[in-house]
Nanobody, 116 residues
Framework: QVQLVESGGGLVQAGGSLRLSCAASGSIFRDNIMGWYRQAPGKQRELVAA???????DYADSVKGRFTVSRGNGKNTLSLQMSSLKPEDTAVYYC??????????WGQGTQVTVSS
């Protein structure tokens, strides 16, 4: 089992910045992918950004150039630096860890609200 704890959400004005963090613990295999997803009211959950255990990243087109995903030195922490935030970035942001040998885990989510 894997536990994921997110932090760092909040309310920010358009154009501002926020940093989300996710701490993972438990049965984390060497080969894994950690990522941030978001879900706005009435919409499906979507990928924001992800990074695997060797540093390969993937971003949604809507956040490229504005958001940066990274993993800590210990590999079991995940951050998302969000800049130039827009009202359409408003959503609940979820941390996800996928062990490539099996098992997908989600955090409880953290609210990000961007006011115009």
């Amino acid at each position: 089992q894997v536990q994921l704890v997110e932090s760092g959400g909040g309310l920010v004005q358009a154009g501002g910045s926020l940093r989300l963090s996710c701490a993972a613990s438990g049965s984390i295999f060497r080969d894994n992918i950690m990522g941030w997803y978001r879900q706005a009211p009435g919409k499906q959950r979507e990928l924001v950004a992800a990074v695997d255990n060797i540093g390969v990243t993937d971003y949604a087109d809507s956040v490229k150039g504005r958001f940066t995903v990274s993993r800590g030195n210990g590999k079991n922490t995940l951050s998302l630096q969000m800049s130039s935030l827009k009202p359409e970035d408003t959503a609940v942001y979820y941390c996800k860890l996928k062990n490539l040998a099996g098992g997908t885990y989600w955090g409880q989510g953290t609210q990000v609200t961007v006011s115009s």
